[in-house]
């Protein structure tokens, strides 16, 4: 999904938090909700020694496009129970 899908199904709302996640390191992101380790196991990114890097760089170096990352999260957010943690 491109960001400007995602902006048009989010709204302004959608868009900016697409663009935080992707600036974010892979470890904060896991960090921040747990629950999102397996999404990363899953596509082979790395969200402990080498989680330092952004979304958007970790899913460039695996040919990944980060949008799509993003929505695999935030459905994996909606999916799962709150951790008290806002995204």
Request: glycine share 10%.
């Amino acid at each position: 999904m491109s960001l400007n899908a995602l902006a048009a199904s989010g709204g302004p709302e959608g868009a900016r938090r697409q663009t935080q996640r992707s600036t974010t390191s892979v470890t904060q992101l896991v960090i921040d909700r747990p629950g999102r380790a397996h999404i990363f196991e899953h596509l082979g990114l790395d969200y402990c020694c080498g989680g330092d890097h952004s979304l958007a760089t970790a899913c460039r170096e695996k040919n990944l496009d980060p949008a799509s990352v993003t929505e695999m999260l935030d459905v994996t957010v909606r999916a799962s129970p709150s951790s008290g943690a806002a995204d």
